[in-house]
């Protein structure tokens, strides 16, 4: 097959609380408001209509993905393959083409169950982007709307082998013990120039999708992130940190639907004529620390520091004549 997906166009998440979603993306992380009705919103990454969408319902999780694929002379190639392994492949009506924004729209589900929608023609906005917390970019250009983290109830592997079929070739692995006799074990896929579009774990889990990333174009709007979501106190998952394998420098953020939200710079770029995959065996090279025990320790820090300043200063007022 010569045609591939190109590169995650779009993310839909299923929410039982828009409003509360919007003052997440919107006022937390700078995503641009797009549509905002009864029983949707959509939100802009850069110059296209949206790159992520939240549709009112009660799941609190992944509702589809939409996945480009160039062409329309691609996208049926795409389809072929699928139907050829024997996926059921359905083509989208008007209605859902135009609510998805997209000239074409094909969709069918991966072993686990997700909605896969696969497109053409994502439209551009009629304004250009404007960030209403003042982030100065989102790195979409080498590789689209971000990366998902799916969480896989059956073998892993079919999950590689489905979107092996739609072009996702392996990055690497990591296999870390997260806890005594408790290991995330995670291949990591990509379909571009971004370290990983897919990542893929066996977990029992509630929900289909652990987290989605969203990154920036400047270290400093990390930062700038962190301070209005802990000033908010939004429920941190990891503080700021960064992963061996795509140096991705980063914190997590449960967003209102509990799904984590990373949100990071600075991730590599894969060049598939040099890329060698490996394996790691730590999720993070460094930070990226369980807040609760961070706090913990923090809170010990502070107390011990403030002895040590208070047994300084008497010590000097002893030592004066």
């Known amino acids: 097959m010569t045609a591939t997906i190109k590169e995650l166009a779009y993310i839909g998440i299923e929410a039982s609380d828009l409003e509360a979603w919007s003052g997440f993306a919107a006022g937390l992380f700078g995503l641009q408001p797009a549509r905002e009705e009864t029983a949707i919103r959509t939100f802009r990454l850069d110059d296209y209509i949206h790159r992520l969408l939240v549709v009112e319902g009660p799941s609190n999780d992944l509702a589809f993905a939409g996945f480009d694929c160039g062409s329309a002379d691609d996208l049926r ?15 989208g009506d008007a209605a859902l083409a135009a609510q998805r924004g997209v000239n074409e729209i094909f969709s069918t589900t991966d072993p686990e169950g997700n909605r ?5 023609g994502l439209a551009q906005a009629d304004t250009p982007f404007e960030s209403p917390r003042g982030v100065r970019g989102f790195q ?14 059956g073998p892993r592997e079919r999950m590689l082998e489905f979107y092996g079929m739609l072009g996702f070739t392996l990055s690497d692995y990591i296999k870390d013990e997260v806890a005594p006799g408790v290991f995330v074990d995670a291949a990591f896929t990509h379909c571009n120039g971004r370290h990983h579009t897919l990542a893929f774990a066996e977990m029992a889990a509630p929900f289909k999708l652990h987290h989605l990333l969203i990154e920036v174009d400047d270290m400093s709007d990390v ?39 990373e949100y990071g710079w600075g991730g590599i770029l894969i060049d598939d004529a040099t890329w060698e995959p490996a394996e790691y065996d730590s999720i993070s090279a460094w930070g990226h620390k369980n807040p609760m ?29």
Not at 225 to 238: N, T
Not at 239 to 245: D, S
């Open 77 to 91: 190639e795409v389809v072929e393959v699928l139907r050829a392994h024997g996926c059921e492949v359905t083509e």
């Open 116 to 120: 896969v929608e696969l497109i053409t």
């Open 223 to 261: 930062g700038w992130a962190y301070d209005r979501v802990v000033e908010a106190r939004v429920p941190l998952l990891h503080t700021l940190g960064m992963h061996p394998n795509d140096k991705m420098f980063s914190f997590y953020a449960h967003s209102p639907s509990g799904i984590a939200v």
């Open 140 to 153: 979409t250009l080498q590789g689209g709307a971000g990366h998902m983290f799916l969480l896989c109830r």
């Open 293 to 321: 025990e961070l706090g913990t320790a923090l809170v010990e820090l502070a107390k011990r520091g403030a002895e040590l300043q208070a047994a300084a200063a008497a010590a000097a007022e002893e030592a004066q004549p």
